[in-house]
């Protein structure tokens, strides 16, 4: 598969516990972000996004928490399962940047069955 | 991945040999995007087209070419002037009026 997943940040949980997966992004001015889920050798997937003028948003079994104070963004799993392993980063995009994403390296989950 | 392919999934290239990768969509997506993935890094902008026969520079866009004659394809050529092309390459598209890209699933190009 792909080596994606090579020497960045790694988060293990047991299947069935919550995860948190942290992002800190690096404009202020930034005012849409987004999670993506990687699995070894395939595209990035869609998981969930939020705008600046909230700080939550709920999905199936994911919740995204902004804290634009301190330019942090959240994913929160419930329930993980062994599916959910993969490489999750995080993205930003500010107004006027043409629609451009600015990406995070990513953070590995390793779910334990 | 929706309706966005890469095309081929593993592509392996000789030295002083240029490459063209595909990437297709058939969201009706009017940007599309391609992007570099190396191991422990974030995925990083080579070029992108808001609009058919328009296109611009991304931050890694050296020893790479594009063309946008379609607005379902985005080819990728890359060129022998590209020091270190072994890796990870995605297309992405979005409509012109969100923010949200999706992806395919990438070509794995490995230079011998």
């Known amino acids: 598969g792909e080596s994606v997943g090579l020497h960045l940040p790694t988060l293990s949980v047991q299947e069935g516990d919550n995860s948190i997966i942290n992002c800190a992004y690096s404009n202020s001015a930034s005012d849409y972000f987004i999670w993506y889920k990687q699995e070894s050798g395939k595209g990035p997937q869609f998981i969930i996004d939020i705008r600046s003028n909230m700080d939550k948003r709920q999905g199936q079994r994911v919740t995204v928490l902004l804290n634009k104070t301190v330019k942090h963004l959240s994913l929160q799993i419930a329930a993980t399962q062994p599916g959910d392993s993969a490489v999750y980063f995080c993205?930003?995009?500010?107004?006027?940047?043409?629609?451009?994403?600015?990406f995070g390296k990513g953070t590995k989950l390793s779910v334990k069955p | 991945d929706g309706g966005i392919t890469q095309s081929p999934k593993y592509l392996f290239r000789k030295e002083g040999q240029n490459v063209t990768l595909s990437c297709e969509q058939n969201?009706?997506?009017?940007?599309m995007y391609w992007y570099r993935q190396d191991p422990g890094q974030g995925l990083r902008l080579i070029y992108y087209?808001?609009?058919?026969?328009?296109?611009q520079k991304g931050d890694i866009a050296e020893g790479y070419s594009v063309s946008r004659e379609k607005k379902e394809s985005f080819p990728l050529t890359v060129t022998s002037a590209q020091k270190n092309p072994t890796a990870f390459y995605l297309c992405a598209s979005k409509k012109r009026t969100t923010d949200t890209q999706y992806f395919g699933p990438g070509t794995r190009l490995t230079v011998l």
């Open positions: 087209s808001q609009i058919v026969n328009d296109f």
């Open positions: 969201l009706n997506h009017d940007a």
């Open positions: 993205a930003e995009n500010t107004w006027g940047s043409q629609g451009n994403l600015i």
